[in-house]
Structures are given as C-alpha cells and as structure tokens.
C-alpha cells in the first residue's frame, strides 16, 4: 500500500501551518475549528479559563485579565483565536463554533457545559496581533494608543488617528454621523469612509462641513482643525468611552480585547508595562468583568517582570488567570491532523512492525545521545508515527529552537505545532508514493526550513546541489548528508559522529547498515575534501561560506611538529600522569620525562621514561631498536595509533591563527565564527586528551630491554605497572635495606648504640658492608671521599637508596669504629650533635669526608693507657678507640680550660710563675692540635709525656697550690702595703713597724728570672699585725690632737658671738661643720690626711669669727695669727701660739 493511501485525511490538503490571529476567510475558520486539537494539555487550559470566565457572570469582578504563554509554536496564538471563535459563537457556513466543539468534548460533557454557557451571553471580541497593529514609536503611552485604536476601528471610528476618531465619536453622540458624512461627500465629491485617512489634506473640506453640520462658526472649526492636542487621551478618558459602550448592552453582554504578542512588544520596558498594568486595572475597576484582557506572550507574565516584582505586582493580580503552553503535545496534534491512518492501513502497518520489531529496535540505537531519544516501543507507536520515527518530534523542536536562535531569517520560524506540523506534512508528502517499509530520514525536513534560512546557509546547500548537478566531486547522496549535518549543527544531545548520522540517514525498515555506514562514510569524505564540513574528534560540522573560508585559512596554518610534540608532553606530564617521583614501596624515584627527542624539565640521568608519537620514524619504532635503546634504565612507551595528533594539530592550528588576526576589528560575524573556532579548539583538545589517553592504554611497552605485555589498566595504571617493573631491574640493590630510617632521631640512636641486636643480625648489615667495601677501595686508591660521593653513589642506579638511610648505614659504620668522619679537617665524634647534619644535609655533606678507618696499634694503646692514668691520677681508662680519643680529647680540654683560668687570674695582678702557667697552656694546645687524627693524637700525647709530667709537678709544687690556699694572704698583703704609701714617714719613726713593712714588701714584690719563695707567704699575716699596731697607736694619737683643735674653733666662734641671738645662724652653721669634722676624723686611717684638716678648720673658725663680728658691729679686728702647717707635731704649733688654743 502506498502511504498516500494510508492516511485516513488526504495528505496533500492545504493546512495552515502557521495560524495568525488576523485570518478571518471563512474557509480558513472553517478548517481550524474542525482540524483543531484539543490535546491533554489544552483540555486543562480550557476548564481553567472557562472556570474563571464563568463565574464573572455570576459575581462582578476586577480579575478580568488571562495570560497566556509559551514558547514560539506552543500553539498560543492559536489557542487565542480558538477562544475567540468560541466566545464570540461565530457561524461559519450556518454552523455555529461551539457545535463545532460538542464533539470535541464528547469524553467530558462537564467542560462543554462551561464553555456552551459561556457563549449564552452577547460578546464582541476585538483580536489583533499587537506587534503589527502596534506603533512604531513605542512610548510609555504605546499601548494605551493601541488599545485606543482597536476599540474606536470596533465602533467603526477612525482609531488610526485619535482625533479623527474622537471627532466621529462626537458627531455620533450628536446623532449626526450620516448627515456628515453626506455633506462631506458632496462637498469633496468622494466619500467620507475613503478621505478620512488623508485627513490633514481636507481641511477646507472638512472645515466647512463642521461649521454647516455642527453649527460651528469658521473660526471655532479652523481652531479645532490645527490642535494638535487634539489627538492626546488618557486612561481614564478611554476607560469611560469602553464603559459607556457597554453599559448601552445587555447585562450579559462582554467585551474582550485579545491581544496577541503583547509579552514581545513589551517585552521589559518599565514605562509600557505600567502602561498596560495602569490600563487593565482601571478597566478592571470601572467595568466590574464586562470587558476582559486577554494576552499572549513567550514568557510568562512573572518571567517578565520578576526583575522588578516589587513595582509590578499589581499586574499580576490583574491577570490572575494564567495559562502555560508547551509543545509538549506536538506529537499529538501531528498524529490527529496529519498521520490518523485508516482502518486497514493500520492493520497492515501492526503487522510489518510485528515482522521487523527487532530490526527497528537495532536501527535507531544512537551512541553518545543524551536524551531520551529512540525508536518505536510497539506496534501501536510504529502505525501511530509511521512514516516517521517518535525521535524525530524530540529533535525537531530543538532544531526550529535553534535555527530560530542563529538565523536572522529564522527568527520568524515556530518551533512548536504550527511549523512542525507543515514540516511533518511536507516531509510525509516526498514520499507519498513509497510502501510500507518506507521511512522518512531526517534530511527530509530541511526543505521545512530552507525559505527561513540565511543566505549564507541556503547559498552552502545550493552550492553543493549545484556541484552534485555537475557532478563535481560531490553525489546526490552528499547533499543530503550535508542537510541533515546542517539541521542537527547545534544539537548537543545527538553528537553528530558517524554512527548517529547513519541512522538519521535511514529511509527503509530494510536498510542494511553496513552497507549504509560504508556510503555515508564516502559522503562525510567527499563533503570534507572540498571543506563543506569539518570535524572534530569524530563528530562533523556543517559549515558557512564564511567558515569555511576561515577554515581554509586555519588549515593553510602552519604548526611546527617540535611544537606539537611538546603540547603532547604538556598533557602527558601535566595530566595523564602528573607523578614526579614514581613511588615504590617506601621509595620515591625520581625520572627523567621525555617524548619523542623532547625533555620535560631537568634531567637526572636516572630511570628515563619516553614516549613515542606518530612524529617519530617508523624506522626507529622496531621492536630490536627499542629492547636496545631500553636496557638499563629506560622505559618506552610506544603510543597507539589514535587520532591525538591530528586533534591537537587542529586545535594548534586555531590557537595560532586566532593570535595572528586582530579580531576585533573583523566584522562581527567573522568574530561570531572564530570565537566559535575557538571553543572548537577546546573541544578538539578535550577530544585529544581522551585520544591520548587510548593511545596510552593501547601502546607496546619496552622496559629494559624487554617488550612488556602490561595488563588492562588505564592510562596511568599502565605507566604505573611498567615504572615499577622499571625500578624492580634497574635498582637491583634496593633490598640491600632492610631497615628504613625515620628521621635524625634514628640516626642519632645508631651513633649513641640504642639500637641493638645480635652480632650478624644488624639492620641493614649487607648494605654496610657494601658501602665498607667501596671505602676500602677508595682508600686504596687514595681518593679522598665525601659524604656528597657516598650519597650520590648509593641514590644512584643500582642501589637507589634514600638520602636517610645512606645517612644511617654511615652511621652503622661510625658506631662500629670502621669509619673516620672528618668536617672541615677535624675529626668527629659519633656524639656530636650535628653529625646527622654531616651525613645527610645538602649543605654540609660535601664538606664532610668519610674514610676507611686507620686503627692505633695494640701497643700504642697500652701505652697511652698506662700515661693517661699517672697523669689525670684515674684508674678508669675506655678501652676501645673512639671512647680513648673521646677520653683524651675530654681530659686535656677540661686541663687546658683549667689552666687558662688560671692565666686568666693574673689579669692586673703581679702574681708569681705565669710563665709556669703559660707554658701549661701550650703544651695543652700542643696535644690537642692533633684531635684531627686519632693516631697523631695519641702520638703526640706520648711524645710529650715527660713534658706533661714535669710540668705538672712544678704547677702542683707552687702555683696550684697559690691560688688554692694563698693567694688571698698575698693579695691581702699588697693591699696593705699600698694603703700605707702616705704614711711611710711617720711609719719608719717607728722602726720596728717600719722593718716589718720593708719584709712584707720583699716578700709579694715578683722579680722576673728568679724564684718566688712561696714558703715565706706564710709570714705577711705577723708581719702586717706589727705594721698595723703601731699605726693604729699613731693614728689615735693623730685624731685625739685633731679633736682638740675642733673644741678650740668652737669654743672661738662661740666667745665671739657671747649668746647674740644675731650671730645664732652663724653659730648653727659653724656647729655643723665642726659636727662634720669630727666624724672624718673617727673614719679616716692616713695620719696624712688628719694631719691636712687643721689649716682648713682654722681658716672656717677664723671667718665664722670674722662674720660674727660685722654682725654684731665689733671694732675693726686684728689680723689674725697664721696657724701652723700641717704635719707640724702640737708642741711647734703651742710654740707659735696657736689662736685656738
């Protein structure tokens, strides 16, 4: 059966696609009232409006205002017109809309019962499309005007021009209209219905017919001619013209005004959205429900005005009706209008499905597809569809969105059921004449579009029939390749790769996809070949004149192949396999990174791992080159053969042209295209990292020497295993360590010998071996070696050893005295602090040297041993090497810092033997000059033995013994001897003090070359008692003669003032000073000084008596005596005659 023949309505009828509010013929209603579908959906719409309609008629109301909305195609418009029909009752062709509808709602009697109620009553619907009947100059008084307009064109007024239509009003109210317009017509010879439009060029028409109709004299109609104010109005004045038209009605009666696309005109313009809020609440208000608003728009009404809710409530409330539509039912009105099958040929389609069902079910498996896109689900969806598939209602809606959304031209295009129902219709109609097994690819629906479309694409499609016509390259099969690449172009749910687009090719249940994959496959070739399309990854693009110009220049874009090979190593090392040291048990590797002949980072000549591009030669890819090149420490990775390369060529190639075109000054389209290149290039490097990867996961393996098969894995696990195997044979002596260390704290217990075990069971015993072994070939080949060589040598191949536990077997040779540590030419002691540092620290390792130990003989030790005990007076000498050299080092130290104390004491004083001292000190210094080495220390302590013990015995025989019983005598003594310097004369009156004083001066006076008596210091203590007593007599003698001169002034000055209360000050001042004196006399110890207060007291008693005589007005005085010089005895003072005496 052909599929003509199939359809219960010929297919071939003309049907409105597109429904426009402003389509009145008689047939065209006809046509959708009886074609018209009431899906699910719109039976809820139905009862939702018709519920609140309904009630209005009841009860008065201000919610008088509907809003419906949905997407271009939803079918709102022509659910509008529907409602208008309905309301309104039309009659076309003597039938009425509503009867139209009664079969409609046979399976819900309750809803038509709404709806027939509701068009009981008288209504006048006024529709329009506001978009074209809109003006142009949209102001915030945009929608009033249009409002204005449509209700006065309602009443038969002029409403194109406001002041026409209110001079009509007024000239109607007056009952005049067809006297006017008589006496217009014989004035200007034309009627009046056909000049009112030109009506600015009829005023001496229209003048004198005001003036003659209206009683108006000339001067009154020319005013009201050229007001130009005349054409303005106000919400309030068209609101009362709308009441008083109805109020003239029934009280049934109802007014609607519905508007389609008001949400697009308005779209969010504040002022017109006040605009149409202020307008529909003052109809609300004034008209109580006899006048409705009903509107259309894409968006629903809080969509629109959610950005400023706050202001915009108040239209929300007056349309409180809302009605969303989809074209979620799309499928539905197709199969009732286009695709209801008959009878038969439905049984026959059941049939072939039953027969084909799992060929249908292998046909439409899309790979990579994100929606829920498929085929039949059974034998009533098949006869339901057929010729098509249910996929196609899903995809052809996004693709009427999207060309919509990227054509200018389309942009005018429905994406719901009006221009899929023409699209359905057409494509069902090319094949019309085919059977059964038929089915309609996807291409078909292009010729749907192809009007809509921009030139740029048409010109693309054109081109390539034109070619295909010509036969240039280009087959009949390629264009419709290239049309169906064009529709699903910005797709996303259905990748556009070679398996989909067989599949959107298929035109027969019968297709043998093999064979249909092979000539696809020739159409993508041949269409790329002469750049119709591109590609990325595996999915191919249709492309513009313009692209593919610009593509052409992105190809002829040259990119170096170094260039590539290192973005390639970028995203191995920087993605894949970000891992800088290969861990390995405890062990963390270091590698070197390289692809093909390119290295990442810093080389360090450790384990290599290489990768291998199509960039490298065949020639150096074989199997014997590679084992070769691999051996010993290398591992290859040969990569498989996956389009990464070209992938990020391609995208190389956009990234680089981008760069070297000044984009923005291109025009805007072109900027348009290589911003689209550019995500392009992100997708092709998305696309290249996933080919990397399988090209990793499917490559060869030669690791050293070997050709490795690794096991499934991805791409990380995969260079994971062959790393591993890697280290496994290249660090062969890595099991070597037995024991790993933690930290310093470890290494400082091996040193101390915390750590215990059995003899030949020692952590890590094979290991130093090893490394005692190299040292003893060093030391026979007498290189000097630092811990920086012991350190490189065991991290590197084989050992790979950590810098820690290289530290710590070091250490292990160290505690067993088979190793000598030296840094900066001393030797250290395994208890040095910083010795851990000197094993392992970066800065300080290559200045410590490590040795194969020298051991000092048998003999030597014994030797030294026997010494060391007569000389420190011990008995506990350490027995092995280390604890001797710590012994000697320790002992002689604390000598040399106990001798330099010592020295240090002479420091300002005159003490005897320093030089006995001094010399204690070098020989100290002399011995520990040699804690370099241990033998030449121990040498040098024997050689100066006699030295050592001669020196001792002089240190303990006298100055030891000085300064631990005597030296406070001595320094007593001096002292003393220096705090009688002044007295020296009167001391040596008395001559056994003075001898005294004079042997106590031989005895602490050193002399430089001879020697010092230290047995006579036991004599200062007598020897100072003698000195001291004959001083202190002299001393009392000295203070009694003193005191005897302060009574004397005192009793003066006293004389001389006789109790004058005028001179008390004096007197008191005097007192004092003599107070002062005679405390200096109890507390000094010099004869000298005692001897030094008589002048100055004098001279004090001498002017106190000269004040108190000019105080008390005395004759003139006689001038005084001169006292006596100090130092003189009393009785040459008692000669002179002393004034105080």
């Given at each position: 059966?052909?599929?003509?023949?199939?359809?219960?309505?010929?297919?071939?009828?003309?049907?409105?696609?597109?429904?426009?509010?402003?389509?009145?013929?008689?047939?065209?209603?006809?046509?959708?009232l009886?074609?018209?579908?009431?899906?699910?959906?719109?039976?809820?719409?139905?009862?939702?409006?018709?519920?609140?309609?309904?009630?209005?008629?009841?009860?008065?109301?201000?919610?008088?205002?509907?809003?419906?909305?949905?997407?271009?195609?939803?079918?709102?418009?022509?659910?509008?017109?529907?409602?208008?029909?309905?309301?309104?009752?039309?009659?076309?062709?003597?039938?009425?809309?509503?009867?139209?509808?009664?079969?409609?709602?046979?399976?819900?009697?309750?809803?038509?019962?709404?709806?027939?109620?509701?068009?009981?009553?008288?209504?006048?619907?006024?529709?329009?499309?506001?978009?074209?009947?809109?003006?142009?100059?949209?102001?915030?008084?945009?929608?009033?005007?249009?409002?204005?307009?449509?209700?006065?064109?309602?009443?038969?007024?002029?409403?194109?021009?406001?002041?026409?239509?209110?001079?009509?009003?007024?000239?109607?109210?007056?009952?005049?209209?067809?006297?006017?317009?008589?006496?217009?017509?014989?004035?200007?010879?034309?009627?009046?219905?056909?000049?009112?439009?030109?009506?600015?060029?009829?005023?001496?028409?229209?003048?004198?017919?005001?003036?003659?109709?209206l009683?108006?004299?000339?001067?009154?109609a020319?005013?009201?001619?050229?007001?130009?104010?005349?054409?303005?109005?106000?919400?309030?004045?068209?609101?009362?013209?709308?009441?008083?038209?109805?109020?003239?009605?029934?009280?049934?009666?109802?007014?609607?005004?519905?508007?389609?696309e008001?949400?697009?005109?308005?779209?969010?313009?504040?002022?017109?959205?006040?605009?149409?809020?202020?307008?529909?609440?003052?109809?609300?208000?004034?008209?109580?429900?006899?006048?409705?608003?009903?509107?259309?728009?894409?968006?629903?009404?809080?969509?629109?005005?959610?950005?400023?809710?706050?202001?915009?409530?108040?239209?929300?409330?007056?349309?409180?009706?809302?009605?969303?539509?989809?074209?979620?039912?799309?499928?539905?009105?197709?199969q009732?209008?286009i695709?209801?099958?008959?009878?038969?040929?439905?049984?026959?389609?059941?049939?072939?499905?039953?027969?084909?069902?799992?060929?249908?079910?292998n046909?439409?498996?899309?790979?990579?597809?994100?929606?829920?896109?498929?085929?039949?689900?059974?034998?009533?969806?098949?006869?339901?569809?057929?010729?098509?598939?249910?996929?196609?209602?899903?995809?052809?809606?996004?693709?009427?969105?999207?060309?919509?959304?990227?054509?200018?031209?389309?942009?005018?295009?429905?994406?719901?059921?009006?221009?899929?129902?023409s699209?359905?219709?057409?494509?069902?109609?090319?094949?019309?004449?085919?059977?059964?097994?038929?089915?309609?690819?996807?291409?078909?629906f292009?010729?749907?579009?192809?009007?809509?479309?921009?030139?740029?694409?048409?010109?693309?499609?054109?081109?390539?029939?034109?070619?295909?016509?010509?036969?240039?390259?280009?087959?009949?099969?390629?264009?419709?390749?290239?049309?169906?690449?064009?529709?699903?172009?910005?797709?996303?749910?259905?990748?556009?790769?070679?398996?989909?687009?067989?599949?959107?090719?298929?035109?027969?249940?019968?297709?043998?996809k093999?064979?249909?994959?092979?000539?696809?496959?020739?159409?993508?070739?041949?269409?790329?070949?002469?750049?119709?399309?591109?590609?990325?990854?595996?999915?191919?693009?249709?492309?513009?004149?313009?692209?593919?110009?610009i593509?052409?220049?992105?190809?002829?874009?040259?990119?170096?192949?170094?260039?590539?090979?290192e973005?390639?190593?970028?995203?191995?090392y920087?993605?894949?396999?970000?891992?800088?040291?290969?861990?390995?048990?405890?062990?963390?590797?270091a590698?070197?990174?390289?692809?093909?002949?390119?290295?990442?980072?810093?080389?360090?000549?450790?384990?290599?791992?290489?990768?291998?591009?199509?960039?490298?030669?065949?020639?150096?890819?074989?199997?014997?080159?590679?084992?070769a090149e691999?051996?010993?420490?290398?591992?290859?990775?040969?990569?498989?053969?996956?389009?990464?390369?070209?992938?990020?060529?391609?995208?190389?190639?956009?990234?680089?042209?981008?760069?070297?075109?000044?984009?923005?000054q291109?025009?805007?389209?072109?900027?348009?295209?290589?911003?689209?290149?550019?995500?392009?290039?992100?997708?092709?490097?998305?696309?290249?990292?996933?080919?990397?990867?399988?090209?990793?996961?499917?490559?060869?393996?030669?690791?050293?020497?070997?050709?490795?098969?690794?096991?499934?894995?991805n791409?990380?696990?995969?260079?994971?295993?062959?790393?591993?195997?890697?280290?496994?044979?290249?660090?062969?002596?890595?099991?070597?360590?037995?024991?790993?260390?933690?930290?310093?704290?470890?290494?400082?217990?091996?040193?101390?010998?915390?750590?215990?075990?059995?003899?030949?069971?020692?952590p890590?015993?094979?290991?130093?071996?090893?490394?005692?072994?190299?040292?003893?070939?060093?030391?026979?080949?007498?290189?000097?070696?630092?811990?920086?060589?012991?350190?490189?040598?065991?991290?590197?191949?084989?050992?790979?050893?950590?810098?820690?536990?290289?530290?710590?077997?070091?250490?292990?040779?160290?505690?067993?005295?088979k190793?000598?540590?030296?840094y900066?030419?001393?030797?250290?002691?395994?208890?040095?602090?910083?010795?851990?540092?000197?094993?392992?620290?970066?800065?300080?390792?290559?200045?410590?040297?490590?040795?194969?130990?020298?051991?000092?003989?048998?003999?030597?030790?014994?030797?030294?041993?026997?010494?060391?005990?007569?000389?420190?007076?011990?008995?506990?000498?350490?027995?092995?090497?280390?604890?001797?050299?710590?012994?000697?080092?320790?002992?002689?130290?604390?000598?040399?810092?106990?001798?330099?104390?010592?020295?240090?004491?002479?420091?300002?004083?005159?003490?005897?033997?320093?030089?006995?001292?001094?010399?204690?000190?070098?020989?100290?210094?002399?011995?520990?000059?040699?804690?370099?080495?241990?033998?030449?220390?121990?040498?040098?302590?024997?050689?100066?033995?006699?030295?050592?013990?001669?020196?001792?015995?002089?240190?303990?025989?006298?100055?030891?013994?000085?300064?631990?019983?005597?030296?406070?005598?001595?320094?007593?003594?001096?002292?003393?001897?220096?705090?009688?310097?002044?007295?020296?004369?009167?001391?040596?009156?008395?001559?056994?003090?003075?001898?005294?004083?004079?042997?106590?001066?031989?005895?602490?006076?050193?002399?430089?070359?001879?020697?010092?008596?230290?047995?006579?210091?036991?004599?200062?203590?007598?020897?100072?008692?003698?000195?001291?007593?004959?001083?202190d007599?002299?001393?009392?003698?000295?203070?009694?003669?003193?005191?005897?001169?302060?009574?004397?002034?005192?009793?003066?000055?006293?004389?001389?003032?006789?109790?004058?209360?005028?001179?008390?000050?004096?007197?008191?001042?005097?007192?004092?000073?003599?107070?002062?004196?005679?405390?200096?006399?109890?507390?000094?110890?010099?004869?000298?000084?005692?001897?030094?207060?008589?002048?100055?007291?004098?001279?004090?008693?001498?002017?106190?008596?000269?004040?108190?005589?000019?105080?008390?007005?005395?004759?003139?005085?006689?001038?005084?005596?001169?006292p006596?010089?100090?130092?003189?005895?009393?009785?040459?003072?008692?000669?002179?005659?002393?004034?105080?005496?």
């Amino acid at each position: 059966m052909m599929i003509r023949d199939m359809f219960a309505d010929d297919i071939n009828r003309k049907i409105n696609g597109v429904i426009k509010v402003d389509q009145a013929a008689d047939d065209v209603i006809e046509q959708e009232l009886n074609e018209y579908v009431i899906t699910r959906e719109l039976k809820k719409h139905f009862i939702t409006f018709f519920n609140y309609y309904g009630d209005a008629f009841d009860q008065p109301t201000a919610d008088m205002g509907v809003w419906i909305s949905g997407f271009f195609g939803s079918g709102k418009s022509h659910f509008l017109k529907m409602l208008s029909y309905l309301l309104e009752n039309k009659e076309v062709k003597g039938i009425r809309s509503v009867e139209r509808f009664r079969k409609k709602f046979e399976d819900d009697p309750a809803t038509f019962m709404l709806i027939d109620r509701a068009t009981k009553g008288t209504t006048e619907t006024i529709l329009f499309n506001i978009d074209i009947e809109g003006f142009s100059n949209k102001d915030k008084t945009a929608v009033l005007r249009v409002f204005a307009k449509m209700f006065y064109n309602h009443l038969g007024f002029y409403g194109e021009n406001l002041k026409v239509a209110m001079m009509e009003r007024y000239i109607d109210q007056q009952g005049k209209t067809e006297e006017f317009r008589r006496v217009f017509e014989e004035k200007k010879g034309k009627p009046w219905l056909e000049m009112r439009r030109a009506f600015a060029f009829n005023g001496k028409f229209i003048i004198p017919t005001l003036m003659e109709v209206l009683d108006m004299s000339e001067d009154d109609a020319k005013t009201w001619f050229n007001d130009k104010t005349a054409t303005e109005i106000s919400i309030a004045q068209l609101v009362e013209d709308m009441k008083a038209y109805v109020d003239t009605k029934p009280a049934n009666f109802r007014l609607l005004f519905m508007i389609d696309e008001v949400g697009q005109y308005v779209g969010t313009d504040t002022d017109m959205l006040l605009n149409l809020q202020s307008l529909t609440e003052k109809i609300g208000s004034e008209c109580e429900g006899k006048i409705w608003v009903i509107c259309t728009g894409q968006e629903a009404i809080d969509e629109i005005i959610k950005v400023r809710a706050d202001e915009f409530s108040r239209i929300q409330a007056r349309f409180k009706t809302r009605l969303s539509l989809s074209s979620s039912s799309v499928d539905e009105v197709i199969q009732k209008r286009i695709l209801k099958k008959k009878t038969e040929a439905a049984k026959d389609l059941e049939g072939v499905y039953e027969q084909n069902d799992s060929v249908l079910r292998n046909l439409f498996s899309f790979s990579g597809s994100i929606l829920d896109i498929k085929g039949y689900s059974g034998p009533r969806e098949f006869t339901e569809n057929f010729p098509f598939v249910p996929y196609q209602f899903i995809i052809m809606q996004k693709v009427f969105a999207e060309i919509r959304k990227h054509g200018n031209s389309g942009k005018h295009l429905s994406g719901g059921e009006r221009s899929m129902l023409s699209g359905f219709q057409e494509a069902a109609q090319k094949i019309q004449e085919k059977d059964e097994y038929a089915l309609v690819p996807f291409f078909r629906f292009y010729d749907t579009v192809h009007t809509f479309l921009d030139g740029s694409i048409r010109r693309v499609i054109e081109r390539c029939q034109k070619a295909a016509d010509n036969g240039d390259g280009i087959e009949q099969q390629d264009v419709d390749v290239l049309k169906l690449l064009y529709l699903i172009r910005y797709i996303d749910d259905i990748p556009s790769n070679l398996d989909n687009i067989v599949i959107l090719m298929a035109d027969d249940i019968r297709v043998d996809k093999i064979i249909m994959r092979e000539a696809v496959r020739g159409c993508l070739d041949r269409l790329m070949s002469q750049n119709y399309i591109g590609r990325t990854g595996d999915t191919y693009n249709f492309l513009t004149d313009e692209e593919q110009d610009i593509q052409r220049e992105i190809r002829d874009t040259n990119v170096d192949t170094a260039s590539i090979v290192e973005r390639i190593a970028q995203m191995i090392y920087g993605d894949i396999f970000t891992t800088k040291k290969f861990r390995y048990g405890k062990y963390d590797f270091a590698f070197d990174q390289m692809v093909d002949g390119i290295t990442v980072g810093v080389a360090t000549g450790g384990m290599r791992l290489r990768f291998l591009t199509v960039a490298t030669d065949a020639i150096e890819k074989t199997d014997y080159r590679l084992m070769a090149e691999s051996k010993g420490n290398e591992a290859i990775v040969v990569l498989a053969d996956t389009p990464y390369y070209e992938s990020l060529e391609s995208a190389m190639k956009i990234r680089k042209y981008v760069k070297q075109r000044n984009v923005s000054q291109l025009p805007k389209t072109v900027q348009k295209i290589i911003s689209d290149q550019q995500d392009e290039a992100g997708k092709y490097e998305l696309s290249a990292m996933t080919e990397l990867q399988n090209a990793i996961e499917g490559a060869q393996f030669y690791v050293d020497g070997e050709h490795l098969e690794i096991k499934a894995g991805n791409a990380k696990s995969k260079i994971d295993q062959s790393l591993e195997y890697l280290v496994a044979h290249v660090y062969s002596k890595l099991d070597l360590i037995t024991d790993n260390a933690g930290s310093d704290a470890d290494i400082i217990a091996i040193l101390t010998g915390a750590v215990t075990a059995l003899p030949g069971m020692e952590p890590n015993r094979d290991a130093a071996s090893a490394m005692e072994e190299y040292l003893e070939m060093q030391d026979a080949k007498k290189l000097p070696t630092s811990m920086a060589d012991v350190q490189s040598k065991y991290s590197a191949i084989p050992y790979g050893w950590k810098e820690i536990d290289i530290a710590a077997v070091a250490a292990q040779l160290i505690y067993s005295q088979k190793v000598t540590i030296k840094y900066a030419g001393n030797t250290i002691q395994p208890d040095d602090p910083k010795l851990p540092d000197m094993l392992r620290k970066k800065s300080e390792i290559g200045k410590t040297s490590i040795s194969k130990r020298k051991t000092i003989s048998a003999t030597m030790m014994r030797d030294v041993k026997s010494m060391l005990r007569d000389y420190f007076d011990v008995m506990d000498v350490p027995d092995d090497e280390d604890g001797l050299i710590r012994f000697v080092t320790e002992k002689f130290s604390e000598q040399r810092d106990y001798y330099a104390s010592l020295d240090a004491r002479y420091d300002g004083h005159k003490y005897p033997d320093r030089a006995l001292v001094q010399e204690a000190i070098h020989l100290m210094d002399d011995v520990l000059s040699q804690k370099k080495d241990n033998i030449a220390l121990i040498e040098r302590v024997l050689k100066k033995e006699d030295a050592l013990f001669d020196n001792k015995e002089a240190m303990s025989n006298g100055i030891e013994n000085f300064f631990k019983t005597q030296v406070t005598v001595f320094d007593q003594a001096v002292q003393f001897e220096k705090s009688l310097h002044d007295d020296l004369d009167r001391i040596a009156e008395n001559e056994e003090a003075h001898k005294a004083l004079n042997t106590i001066r031989l005895i602490t006076i050193v002399q430089t070359g001879s020697k010092f008596n230290y047995n006579r210091i036991r004599e200062l203590n007598p020897l100072m008692d003698t000195v001291r007593t004959a001083h202190d007599k002299m001393l009392e003698e000295k203070r009694a003669e003193v005191l005897e001169t302060v009574r004397q002034c005192m009793e003066a000055t006293h004389t001389a003032a006789n109790g004058d209360s005028k001179a008390s000050h004096l007197i008191e001042k005097s007192d004092k000073y003599f107070s002062q004196c005679k405390e200096k006399i109890a507390e000094l110890k010099s004869l000298a000084l005692l001897d030094a207060m008589f002048l100055p007291m004098c001279q004090y008693k001498d002017d106190t008596v000269s004040n108190i005589e000019t105080v008390l007005a005395p004759p003139a005085p006689k001038p005084p005596v001169q006292p006596t010089q100090p130092g003189k005895r009393t009785s040459d003072r008692k000669e002179k005659g002393c004034p105080c005496l």
